[in-house]
């Protein structure tokens, strides 16, 4: 019977599953199990797989149009020493960036000694002013990070970019896991792999510590831009699985600096929101006067401490890719550490130097605008074309703190099943991390994306990509997590019956909401798993 790898043939990349034709450690069992499937039996689960997401709705959002998201059957395997390392490396850059954000909206100090210009932080897109006043009850203003990993040619992760601001794609993480122990069942009971089913239990408990000052009973609602949006299932997930409200904007009101919700027995105060909707559409009183996403008056409440929006407004500074840059010395600065996990090689283009070697070598790099997510406006040097080049360069004259350079890196590659057999595909990784307060808590393995299409480098899903299981290995019994009792959910009022205004108000709203999509794709964090910025899922 012919065997799924025997005609398995891995690239320049590194390969994560086989070295010299054998199986790496962490990858023997697995391969075993494989390799006692029927090719046929395979391709059956392959299809059930399919179907089975296809049921549950598992789909993402690219303009207006959606789509089924591929679920590669084929686990990715990462082994409890090599997690260790990345767990504290996440750890590491989420603390340093809460320090950062918490320095940059007070007093600035790391500009005033010399550790990153106060230019590149007042230049940046997502720097707000209007988030100077607000001063998060237990200090975090990231509850929730994803930081974009990539394996170089060595196997070292590296950080790719950070996501800080609402970072997405975690409920393909879970529904992912339920999915795969089904379809591979014989796999999955012979390994100890680390259980990701806990998430929603950390993030409500995150979510309530930050709770306003004397507040022991906290009311917590996600806050999403409504169905229209592409991450509309994530949002309806982690609420349902927390066992709080889903609330729209139309949902909530400000009252004498408090945030009330709409419900069935009247109005009800609301302390902690976790918000999906992007900063820009949060608050029509300081950012724009025709968002009807968000609530009038958010801005304020949270500035007079009645309330905690989760993440903090002014974060996507943060994730500005000039930042990045910086991220390295700002570890250092804050935390006296070395860093745990690299950057990503990176020339800025501001610099005259830099500037002047990369245009030289404008064929050899990848040049990305700092702003962009969702592999929106990346131009891969060695696949562009003259004509292509010759604009990208005007256009980084033009505004050349716009844009960053990176040499080209091949993703480390995994088995990924296309057409009936095994082929070496590229992939990234985005683990999620959860702050309370106390601690960061690292989600064991995360959200791995896979790019589909042969040689392609961009795993993002509106370039056509899927997800993979991230299995973390368990060396130990894993940590015991404490209960967290979720709230009694609180019953919100109908909606008002429908008629010409209503049907008018709709219609903006679910253009304002794919507005904010559309937005994401320009900006950092896009609507869909692409950066999991925010907001479809980093897929």
Same mark, same amino acid.
């Given at each position: 019977m012919p065997r799924l790898f025997d005609d398995y043939a891995t690239g320049r990349a590194y390969d994560e599953m086989f070295e010299a034709g054998a199986p790496r450690d962490p990858y023997l069992t697995?391969?075993?199990?494989?390799?006692?499937?029927?090719p046929d039996d395979v391709a059956s689960r392959v299809e059930a797989l399919r179907t089975a997401y296809l049921d549950q709705g598992?789909?993402?959002?690219?303009?207006?149009?959606e789509r089924a998201f591929p679920l590669d059957i084929v686990p990715r395997v990462i082994e409890m020493e090599t997690w260790q390392e990345v767990d504290a490396g996440v750890q590491q850059r989420v603390k340093a960036l809460e320090a950062f954000l918490a320095d940059v909206y007070d007093a600035g100090q790391v500009f005033e000694d010399g550790v990153i210009p106060r230019r590149v932080v007042a230049t940046s897109s997502h720097f707000h002013r209007e988030a100077g006043g607000v001063r998060p009850p237990n200090g975090v203003r990231v509850h929730v990070s994803g930081i974009d990993l990539i394996r170089d040619d060595e196997g070292n992760f590296r950080v790719l970019e950070d996501n800080v601001r609402v970072p997405s794609g975690v409920s393909y993480v879970m529904t992912n896991r339920r999915s795969i122990a089904a379809a591979l069942p014989e796999a999955f009971s012979h390994h100890r792999i680390r259980p990701v089913a806990s998430y929603p239990q950390r993030l409500l408990a995150a979510l309530r510590a930050a709770a306003p000052?004397?507040?022991? =009973?906290?009311?917590v609602v996600v806050l999403t831009p409504g169905v229209y949006n592409g991450a509309y299932f994530e949002h309806a997930l982690l609420a349902r699985t927390m066992g709080v409200e889903l609330v729209e904007g139309r949902d909530l009101q400000c009252r004498r600096g408090r945030v009330m919700m709409r419900t069935t027995h009247g109005l009800e105060p609301v302390h902690v929101i976790y918000r999906r909707v992007d900063d820009e559409f949060l608050d029509p009183v300081h950012f724009r006067g025709d968002s009807l996403l968000g609530c009038p008056g958010l801005i304020d409440a949270a500035r007079s401490g009645q309330v905690t929006l989760a993440n903090a407004v002014?974060?996507?500074v943060a994730d500005d890719k000039l930042v990045y840059t910086y991220l390295p010395d700002i570890i250092r600065y804050y935390l006296g550490e070395e860093p745990r996990l690299r950057n990503v090689d990176t020339w800025r283009l501001g610099d005259a130097d830099a500037r002047e070697e990369v245009m030289d070598r404008l064929d050899e790099l990848v040049i990305k605008p700092v702003d962009g997510s969702g592999g929106k406006g990346i131009v891969i040097g060695p696949a562009a074309?003259?004509?292509?080049? =010759?604009?990208?360069?005007?256009?980084?004259?033009?505004?050349?703190?716009a844009w960053i350079a990176q040499p080209v890196v091949q993703l480390s590659t995994v088995p990924t099943y296309v057409d009936g057999t095994m082929a070496a595909r590229? @992939? =990234?990784?985005? /683990?999620?991390?959860?702050?309370?307060?106390?601690? @960061?808590? @690292?989600? /064991?393995?995360?959200?791995?994306?896979?790019?589909?299409?042969?040689?392609?480098?961009?795993?993002?899903?509106?370039?056509?990509?899927?997800?993979? =299981?991230?299995? @973390?290995?368990?060396g130990t019994a894993p940590t015991p997590v404490p209960r967290v009792e979720a709230p009694a959910p609180v019953p919100v009022g109908p909606t008002p019956s429908p008629g010409p205004a209503m049907d008018e108000a709709a219609a903006t709203v679910e253009g304002q909401q794919q507005q904010q &999509? &559309?937005?994401?794709?320009?900006?950092?964090?896009?609507s869909d798993t692409d950066t999991a910025g925010e907001d479809g899922a980093g897929c």
């Open positions: 697995l391969s075993r199990s494989f390799n006692d499937l029927d598992v789909t993402f959002d690219i303009g207006g149009e000052a004397g507040v022991t =009973d906290p009311t002014g974060n996507g074309t003259r004509t292509e080049l =010759d604009e990208l360069r005007q256009r980084v004259m033009q505004d050349p703190r590229h @992939v =990234d990784l985005r /683990p999620f991390a959860v702050n309370d307060g106390q601690r @960061v808590w @690292v989600l /064991p393995g995360g959200l791995t994306r896979v790019a589909l299409e042969e040689g392609q480098l961009i795993v993002n899903s509106s370039r056509g990509g899927g997800s993979k =299981d991230t299995w @973390v290995l368990a &999509q &559309q937005h994401q794709v320009r900006h950092p964090h896009a």
